[in-house]
């Protein structure tokens, strides 16, 4: 980031409605906060509720740092305690922590004694942070650094708890919104989930008298929060409010609204009964300015919890589109000389960077000259020479901190006098979105109505992201590197600098290539749709629009001033393609100009291979498919499974199953003792023909009849032929059926990709179970790979052949020793891991999928697996009859695991959902009999088995034998190459996001490939 100073005002005017902090210091309120003091035990610091921590001797900046180490089963932290908080007032704590190698499960607590949160750490020193709001009668507390049932040891280092400054965004006339607020469409809304940096810190909250966990109030008796609703300029006409208890014991929450805090009225009472669901607040209460919300715990014994708070009311005034957002200066150190009130901070795209607008004050008898000092990340950006300010005198004043890069920042302002001593010390962490990453763009033309610019794939566009600076002389025409027999795009933003539309988008091909049309690069284009995301999946993330439906182009397009639309510019290298340099010619036509930009496809002097070497399981739903696509006629249900296949092979990605429509038959004839197993393939041969060895797919999940399952939450024994599992003649018939499978299959040469997979995510309750129902099936069919989604743990060792677990449970020591012992490595990702970790979400950067294959190849992982593509409702969040629409809504929420009708959880936005129904196709009065429409995500998944493939092709040239010394060591140099560079992947936490590394170290690979052929 970089700095500047912005137009001031000097004004002689008195100050005294500026904030002012009624101490000289907002110094850290913790003690020994880098833990160095102490003779046997840490000064300030107590441990408490367990007798497993340590003064360890290693710490992040100087020799010591905290520690406890959890049995998996236990509980317990570090406290410093007699805080002085004070009531209602605003904090931001921040830490650093890291854990072992070795250290699983649970995770770590931190946070007050009635404000807690929860973190999972990752392996290296890293930063975390939150903002609360004390609670009402908070004053003499404590704050604790410790575990909840984590198995291993977990450090803490260079605590900080600072007050803070808090500012919203303002909005003329007078209106004010923050985080979780928005207005639009004639509506005001309020929308809490809590699991974001600011916690319970809302700008409406009024009483705080509850605790806080982590995501969620929570409420015991006579617990109290109260909510005040007004924007100035308008009047609410109606209302409706909608709550969720994830978590219920005992008591009722009690609803009330009052228009004045005097007279109260019972809105709804949420009980066990009734954990969820909206209500619409009564006609007589309205008009009114302003609505007050309470909630109350009620019961001697209430112990439930509220993580969704959502406020809904119509407005009269004028129209308005705005979202909200709140902001903190944390404050180190500030004399009460100086008045300091922050009006806000806020990220403006037209400057590219984020403004901090203050008002500076000389409170004292003596003129005031200040030096401002800005750092970021602890480096100094700027050192700026305040004008002079008389005493009493006010300055108002913009600082511009410049964006570099996108993620969270902790930007330093000190204010000096000119002795140097230091009036005020502030830092602010400040966030930029994936939707306003500077890094990326290539300009291309500037004409009178439109910018055109494009980028890489792997980019995210935010709708207002600026255009990239024009660039002297001739523009960079689009490129696109590709193997014979790949699949690589681009993305062509259109920035209309007033309302249009796109009439007309044309490829033109050079003379050379339509001389040579079957050999040429062949293109196709779609729209770059968007999608609104109102709930962030974790705190990395933030509200607004994000790009991610690939939709067929139809043209006329609308086109916005001020909005970005990109194309998604796909193009396939055919495997007969000439190397070298390809030309072509985009023409784009708006109802107000025309013009040609130059595409370059380089193709490479290889051709990958038609095999996928990493393996790939993922979920497709045919029920999903068939409601959405209003599919009743079998001959329609297997017609549109077969184009969602289709799309899987063509994306090198293979589905859980290709056979809902031609399953393998099985039926039991004969009485007991005589019964035996009758299996036909027929069906199931014609579709393994065409899906397993003309399309590729190098991975299916064998459904085992008569098995039982489950999962953590909770599982079951099944039956066969009418006998319970378990018994010897359910031994019989499972043997006598599934060893007739397993010879079938090995004849066919498809044994190898199958797999079964039974139960899913089991605890250490359920190992026992899972490790009799494993050594059933190779009692039955030993040949037969069985997956287990868990990490490997001693009570499960030699049931398992392929090992899937989460991502943050492996590192390549734990890869390498199942592997050497003969079994497969795995990895999967659903509604977690989270950042910092790749994820699958909408929310997070575009680069992600992409980079999974890579670090597949850096941990040595053979296959990946996601749960499903197709999850677009939940039966909880929408029970029916009307389904969600994910184009209109991109959140996963939780269905199953004893969530009621109307309970509302959140997995993550986009959590298995790859692929969307055609537009409008589950409201449509006709079946529709369209294939899937893509997603970035999806688009990137593919860019990144492909380039698997570049590792492995290059690998395999490496292993042959060197002809001549000197052909030895360039192919030693070489070699270096099949290491994924640390710029690219350090670890499974500290990754690039930058497209542009990725594709340099693509080419390098593809330069040795070439130079090996």
Same mark, same amino acid.
């Given at each position: 980031?970089?700095?500047?100073?912005?137009?001031?005002?000097?004004?002689?005017?008195?100050?005294?409605?500026?904030?002012?902090?009624?101490?000289?210091?907002?110094?850290?309120?913790?003690?020994?906060?880098?833990? &160095?003091?102490?003779?046997?035990?840490?000064?300030?610091?107590?441990?408490?509720?367990?007798?497993?921590?340590?003064?360890?001797?290693?710490?992040?900046?100087?020799?010591?740092?905290?520690?406890?180490?959890?049995?998996?089963?236990?509980?317990?932290?570090?406290?410093?305690?007699?805080?002085?908080?004070?009531?209602?007032?605003?904090?931001?704590?921040?830490?650093?922590?890291?854990?072992?190698?070795?250290?699983?499960?649970?995770?770590?607590?931190?946070?007050?004694?009635?404000?807690?949160?929860?973190?999972?750490?990752?392996?290296?020193?890293?930063?975390?942070?939150?903002?609360?709001?004390?609670?009402?009668?908070?004053?003499?507390?404590?704050?604790?650094?410790?575990?909840?049932?984590?198995?291993?040891?977990?450090?803490?280092?260079?605590?900080?708890?600072?007050?803070?400054?808090?500012?919203?965004?303002?909005?003329?006339?007078?209106?004010?919104?923050?985080?979780?607020?928005?207005?639009?469409?004639?509506?005001?809304?309020?929308?809490?989930?809590?699991?974001?940096?600011?916690?319970?810190?809302?700008?409406?909250?009024?009483?705080?008298?509850?605790?806080?966990?982590?995501?969620?109030?929570?409420?015991?008796?006579?617990?109290?929060?109260?909510?005040?609703?007004?924007?100035?300029?308008?009047?609410?006409?109606?209302?409706?409010?909608?709550?969720?208890?994830?978590?219920?014991?005992?008591?009722?929450?009690?609803?009330?609204?009052?228009?004045?805090?005097?007279?109260?009225?019972?809105?709804?009472?949420?009980?066990?009964?009734?954990?969820?669901?909206?209500?619409?607040?009564?006609?007589?209460?309205?008009?009114?300015?302003?609505?007050?919300?309470?909630?109350?715990?009620?019961?001697?014994?209430?112990?439930?919890?509220?993580?969704?708070?959502?406020?809904?009311?119509?407005?009269?005034?004028?129209?308005?589109?705005?979202?909200?957002?709140?902001?903190?200066?944390?404050?180190?150190?500030?004399?009460?000389?100086?008045?300091?009130?922050?009006?806000?901070?806020?990220?403006?795209?037209?400057?590219?960077?984020?403004?901090?607008?203050?008002?500076?004050?000389?409170?004292?008898?003596?003129?005031?000259?200040?030096?401002?000092?800005?750092?970021?990340?602890?480096?100094?950006?700027?050192?700026?020479?305040?004008?002079?300010?008389?005493?009493?005198?006010?300055? %108002?004043?913009?600082?511009?901190?410049?964006?570099?890069?996108?993620?969270?920042?902790?930007?330093?302002?000190?204010?000096?006098?000119?002795?140097?001593?230091?009036?005020?010390?502030?830092?602010?962490?400040?966030?930029?979105?994936?939707?306003?990453?500077?890094?990326?763009?290539?300009?291309?033309?500037?004409? &009178?109505?439109?910018?055109?610019?494009?980028?890489?794939?792997?980019?995210?566009?935010?709708?207002?992201?600026?255009?990239?600076?024009?660039?002297?002389?001739?523009?960079?025409?689009?490129?696109?590197?590709?193997?014979?027999?790949?699949?690589?795009?681009?993305?062509?933003?259109?920035?209309?600098?007033?309302?249009?539309?796109?009439?007309?988008?044309?490829?033109?091909?050079?003379?050379?290539?339509?001389?040579?049309?079957?050999?040429?690069?062949?293109?196709?284009?779609?729209?770059?749709?968007?999608?609104?995301?109102?709930?962030?999946?974790?705190? %990395?993330?933030?509200?607004?629009?994000?790009?991610?439906?690939?939709?067929?182009?139809?043209?006329?397009?609308?086109?916005?001033?001020?909005?970005?639309?990109?194309?998604?510019?796909?193009?396939?290298?055919?495997?007969?393609?000439?190397?070298?340099?390809?030309?072509?010619?985009?023409?784009?036509?708006?109802?107000?100009?025309?013009?040609?930009?130059?595409?370059?496809?380089?193709?490479?002097?290889?051709?990958?291979?038609?095999?996928?070497?990493?393996?790939?399981?993922?979920?497709?739903?045919?029920?999903?498919?068939?409601?959405?696509?209003?599919?009743?006629?079998?001959?329609?249900?297997?017609?549109?499974?077969?184009?969602?296949?289709?799309?899987?092979?063509?994306?090198?990605?293979?589905?859980?199953?290709?056979?809902?429509?031609?399953?393998?038959?099985?039926?039991?004839?004969?009485?007991?003792?005589?019964?035996?197993?009758?299996?036909?393939?027929?069906?199931?041969?014609?579709?393994?023909?065409?899906?397993?060895? &003309?399309?590729?797919?190098?991975?299916?999940?064998?459904?085992?009849?008569?098995?039982?399952?489950?999962?953590?939450?909770?599982?079951?024994?099944?039956?066969?032929?009418?006998?319970?599992?378990?018994?010897?003649?359910?031994?019989?018939?499972?043997?006598?059926?599934?060893?007739?499978?397993?010879?079938?299959?090995?004849?066919?040469?498809?044994?190898?990709?199958?797999?079964?997979?039974?139960?899913?995510?089991?605890?250490?309750?359920?190992?026992?179970?899972?490790?009799?129902?494993?050594?059933?099936?190779?009692?039955?069919?030993?040949?037969?790979?069985?997956?287990?989604?868990?990490?490997?743990?001693?009570?499960?060792?030699?049931?398992?052949?392929?090992?899937?677990?989460?991502?943050?449970?492996?590192?390549?020591?734990?890869?390498?020793?199942?592997?050497?012992?003969?079994?497969?490595?795995?990895?999967?990702?659903?509604?977690?891991?989270?950042?910092?970790?790749?994820?699958?979400?909408?929310?997070?950067?575009?680069?992600?999928?992409?980079?999974?294959?890579?670090?597949?190849?850096?941990?040595?992982?053979?296959?990946?697996?996601?749960?499903?593509?197709?999850?677009?409702?939940?039966?909880?969040?929408?029970?029916?009859?009307?389904?969600?629409?994910?184009?209109?809504?991109?959140?996963?929420?939780?269905?199953?695991?004893?969530?009621?009708?109307?309970?509302?959880?959140?997995?993550?936005?986009?959590?298995?959902?790859?692929?969307?129904?055609?537009?409008?196709?589950? %409201?449509?009065? @006709?079946?529709?009999?369209?294939?899937?429409?893509?997603?970035?995500?999806?688009?990137?998944?593919?860019?990144?088995?492909?380039?698997?493939?570049?590792?492995?092709?290059?690998?395999?040239?490496?292993?042959?034998?060197?002809?001549?010394?000197?052909?030895?060591?360039?192919?030693?140099?070489?070699?270096?190459?099949?290491?994924?560079?640390?710029?690219?992947?350090?670890?499974?936490?500290?990754? @690039?996001?930058?497209?542009?590394?990725?594709?340099?170290?693509?080419?390098?690979?593809?330069?040795?490939?070439?130079?090996?052929?």
């Amino acid at each position: 980031m970089k700095t500047a100073l912005g137009q001031g005002c000097l004004c002689l005017t008195a100050s005294i409605w500026l904030f002012v902090l009624t101490t000289a210091s907002g110094q850290n309120l913790l003690p020994n906060p880098s833990f &160095e003091e102490g003779a046997a035990s840490p000064a300030g610091w107590i441990l408490r509720g367990g007798t497993n921590g340590h003064w360890a001797t290693f710490g992040r900046t100087g020799q010591r740092c905290l520690s406890v180490f959890g049995s998996g089963k236990d509980s317990f932290a570090w406290r410093a305690e007699g805080i002085p908080l004070q009531p209602g007032a605003h904090y931001r704590l921040r830490f650093w922590a890291r854990r072992d190698p070795q250290t699983t499960g649970g995770c770590v607590v931190a946070g007050t004694r009635q404000v807690n949160r929860d973190f999972h750490l990752t392996t290296e020193w890293q930063p975390y942070s939150f903002a609360f709001q004390a609670p009402d009668g908070a004053t003499n507390d404590y704050l604790r650094l410790g575990q909840w049932e984590v198995k291993g040891p977990v450090y803490f280092d260079d605590v900080e708890l600072l007050p803070v400054l808090t500012a919203h965004r303002q909005l003329p006339p007078g209106v004010e919104l923050g985080a979780g607020e928005s207005v639009g469409q004639g509506k005001y809304r309020a929308l809490f989930t809590f699991g974001d940096f600011f916690s319970n810190h809302h700008r409406p909250l009024r009483v705080n008298r509850c605790g806080f966990n982590s995501d969620r109030w929570t409420f015991a008796a006579g617990s109290e929060v109260i909510y005040e609703h007004h924007l100035e300029g308008s009047r609410l006409s109606g209302a409706r409010l909608q709550l969720n208890l994830n978590y219920y014991v005992a008591g009722s929450l009690r609803v009330e609204a009052s228009r004045d805090g005097a007279t109260w009225r019972e809105a709804a009472l949420y009980d066990g009964q009734n954990k969820s669901g909206a209500v619409e607040l009564p006609a007589a209460w309205f008009p009114a300015d302003r609505l007050l919300v309470r909630l109350r715990g009620i019961g001697k014994d209430c112990n439930l919890q509220v993580n969704r708070y959502e406020f809904e009311a119509r407005l009269t005034g004028p129209p308005m589109e705005a979202r909200g957002a709140t902001t903190l200066l944390a404050l180190r150190r500030k004399q009460e000389l100086l008045g300091f009130y922050l009006h806000e901070i806020k990220f403006d795209p037209a400057q590219g960077g984020f403004v901090i607008a203050a008002t500076i004050t000389n409170r004292g008898v003596q003129p005031l000259r200040l030096r401002a000092e800005l750092a970021v990340e602890d480096k100094v950006a700027a050192d700026i020479t305040l004008p002079p300010l008389d005493a009493g005198a006010r300055w %108002t004043t913009n600082f511009l901190v410049q964006a570099e890069q996108p993620g969270r920042q902790e930007v330093v302002l000190i204010l000096r006098d000119a002795a140097g001593r230091i009036m005020l010390e502030g830092v602010a962490s400040l966030a930029l979105g994936i939707l306003q990453d500077p890094r990326f763009g290539y300009w291309l033309n500037d004409r &009178e109505d439109t910018v055109l610019w494009w980028c890489e794939s792997g980019a995210k566009v935010g709708r207002d992201r600026r255009p990239p600076a024009a660039t002297p002389g001739k523009a960079r025409p689009v490129f696109i590197s590709a193997a014979r027999g790949e699949h690589e795009a681009v993305q062509v933003v259109i920035s209309p600098k007033r309302d249009g539309r796109l009439v007309n988008v044309a490829m033109l091909a050079s003379p050379k290539e339509k001389a040579n049309s079957r050999r040429a690069p062949a293109f196709s284009l779609h729209e770059v749709a968007y999608v609104q995301v109102t709930v962030p999946t974790d705190s %990395t993330c933030e509200p607004g629009w994000y790009p991610d439906p690939l939709p067929p182009l139809r043209l006329p397009l609308e086109l916005r001033q001020g909005q970005n639309q990109p194309l998604w510019l796909t193009v396939y290298v055919p495997t007969n393609a000439a190397a070298g340099r390809h030309e072509a010619r985009l023409r784009v036509e708006t109802d107000h100009d025309t013009c040609e930009i130059p595409v370059v496809v380089d193709v490479f002097n290889f051709t990958l291979p038609q095999e996928t070497h990493l393996r790939s399981a993922l979920g497709l739903s045919s029920s999903s498919i068939n409601r959405y696509h209003q599919l009743k006629e079998p001959a329609h249900r297997q017609a549109v499974y077969d184009l969602y296949l289709k799309n899987f092979a063509e994306h090198r990605i293979s589905p859980y199953s290709f056979f809902p429509y031609a399953p393998i038959e099985v039926r039991f004839t004969g009485e007991t003792p005589n019964q035996r197993a009758r299996v036909d393939f027929t069906r199931f041969d014609q579709a393994a023909a065409r899906w397993l060895d &003309e399309a590729r797919f190098n991975s299916f999940r064998l459904p085992l009849k008569g098995m039982g399952g489950g999962t953590f939450h909770s599982r079951h024994l099944g039956s066969l032929g009418g006998h319970k599992e378990g018994t010897p003649e359910f031994a019989r018939l499972f043997k006598d059926y599934l060893s007739q499978v397993e010879a079938h299959l090995r004849q066919k040469g498809w044994l190898d990709k199958a797999y079964v997979y039974w139960f899913d995510e089991p605890d250490p309750k359920d190992y026992e179970f899972v490790a009799e129902g494993m050594k059933r099936i190779k009692a039955a069919a030993p040949g037969l790979r069985r997956m287990l989604t868990e990490q490997p743990e001693p009570a499960l060792m030699g049931q398992v052949d392929i090992w899937c677990a989460l991502t943050p449970e492996w590192t390549p020591e734990k890869v390498a020793a199942r592997r050497a012992a003969g079994e497969e490595v795995w990895w999967y990702i659903c509604c977690a891991p989270k950042a910092p970790y790749i994820t699958e979400f909408i929310d997070h950067p575009g680069t992600e999928m992409r980079l999974w294959p890579w670090q597949s190849w850096q941990y040595g992982v053979q296959g990946i697996l996601i749960w499903e593509t197709t999850y677009w409702t939940s039966s909880s969040a929408f029970p029916g009859p009307a389904l969600q629409d994910p184009w209109q809504d991109p959140m996963s929420y939780v269905s199953g695991y004893d969530f009621q009708a109307g309970q509302i959880g959140y997995w993550g936005n986009g959590d298995g959902r790859f692929l969307y129904p055609p537009r409008g196709a589950h %409201t449509n009065s @006709t079946p529709c009999l369209e294939g899937p429409v893509n997603s970035i995500r999806w688009e990137n998944l593919r860019d990144g088995l492909e380039d698997y493939e570049y590792f492995w092709l290059l690998r395999k040239a490496l292993d042959r034998p060197a002809k001549s010394p000197s052909q030895r060591d360039r192919l030693l140099a070489m070699r270096g190459l099949l290491t994924v560079p640390p710029t690219i992947s350090s670890n499974l936490t500290r990754f @690039t996001t930058d497209p542009r590394l990725i594709l340099s170290h693509r080419e390098k690979l593809a330069r040795a490939i070439e130079q090996l052929q």
